[in-house]
């Protein structure tokens, strides 16, 4: 149980911190980099979605487990697609790389985490999976 609040907790507050620093760059707030508005308005939408799934994962560490998956993989297509992005020339910062590096790999050892449990609780038994 209390694996599953830590990583309900990251999710929460890793999707307020999303959001927070999103919607400060969407209202005019300067970075200090070039901002990719496709990205950007991604990573903020991206946030309530975080924090959607950490409430999700507390009431079912199997259905959190789900949604992280979608988003492990969703984080990976876009670091993939600006990757691509970034070699062409176009305008995406080397911290906007580096930001969705970090949003992807939080995501995966989310996902692990979530996986963790839930094979645990299979194996002891416990079907209900809170």
Partial sequence: MKTQNILVAVAVLFGLLTI?????????????????????IYNTV???????????????????????????VLNLIVLTAIFFLYT?????????????SFRTVVWFVLLAGFWWLCRRNELNGNLSMR
């Fill in 20 to 40: 927070f620093a999103g919607t400060r760059v969407l209202l005019g707030s300067d970075p200090g980099y070039v901002v990719y508005r496709p990205l950007l």
């Fill in 88 to 100: 062409e020339g176009s305008p995406v910062a080397v911290e906007s790389l580096r930001a969705m």
């Fill in 46 to 72: 991206m946030g309530v979605v975080y924090v959607a799934t950490g409430i999700i994962a507390w009431r079912s560490i199997k259905q959190g487990m789900y949604v992280a998956a979608a988003i492990f």
